[in-house]
């Protein structure tokens, strides 16, 4: 029976040599009886040969832990290199933008411009062309002169006539009335923006901002006036003694 099998296996491993040959390749004849496996002759071969291969497998075992370890090592040495790259970019990044802005930013105005923009930005107080010099009464634009705003114009009217050194000035009741009242033609004159020009409305508006601007100053004391003195000639001939 064995004889059958090993002459089956030559021819077996013949027909494979002849069929390759034919493309290039061979079939090498199995050695160490017939097996590809290498093993011992004797049992303390197999035992030291089994002692070497666990050494060997000891000792690549720890070779590839060092070469974990250095790879960790590596590796955490890269991601401190990154995070300090990254910390210097973030900083530069933020020079780069103050610097920007340092660069380009507007000049800070000076104590002289600041005073000078809030000069001209306080409006005037009114003038003889808003208020009647000899009815103290305000000459309103024709704006502000239509019936939607007579109930309001009234009131002012009415409170602006009334007011005295003692009542008058910023914080006084009617001051704080005729803010009240102001603010309302305002809201009027902004509900009728529509029916108005530009120039209409900013000057009607412009009114009630320097209106708003007068009722703060208190109204100035009546100046007392005192009759002039006719001049006497006190020449002889018009002097007359009397006994």
Do not use: C
């Amino acid at each position: 029976m064995k004889k059958q099998f090993f002459s089956l296996a030559i021819v077996t491993v013949a027909s494979l040599n002849v069929a390759l040959g034919q493309q290039g390749g061979t079939v090498t004849t199995p050695i160490n009886n017939w097996s590809y496996v290498g093993h011992s002759s004797t049992a303390a071969e197999g035992l030291l040969r089994g002692q070497a291969v666990a050494l060997q497998a000891i000792g690549q075992a720890n070779y590839l832990h060092s070469l974990a370890a250095v790879n960790y090592q590596e590796a955490n040495k890269r991601a401190l290199e990154n995070s300090k790259l990254y910390t210097q970019v973030v900083i530069e990044k933020r020079e780069m933008i103050k610097q920007h802005r340092d660069r380009y930013a507007s000049v800070p105005l000076t104590r002289e411009q600041l005073d000078r923009i809030a000069a001209n930005s306080v409006p005037d107080r009114l003038t003889p062309e808003q208020v009647d010099q000899s009815s103290g009464k305000l000459v309103w634009p024709h704006i502000l002169r239509m019936d939607e705003y007579k109930a309001v114009r009234d009131r002012i009217d009415e409170l602006f006539v009334s007011r005295t050194p003692e009542n008058s000035g910023n914080g006084s009741p009617v001051q704080r009335e005729l803010d009240t009242l102001i603010d309302a033609m305002r809201a009027i004159l902004k509900a009728n923006s529509d029916k108005v020009s530009v120039s209409q409305f900013a000057d009607a508006n412009w009114f009630l901002v320097t209106l708003d601007y007068e009722v703060k100053f208190s109204l100035a004391e009546p100046t007392v006036s005192v009759p002039a003195v006719a001049e006497i000639d006190t020449s002889a001939s018009d002097l007359k003694v009397i006994n």
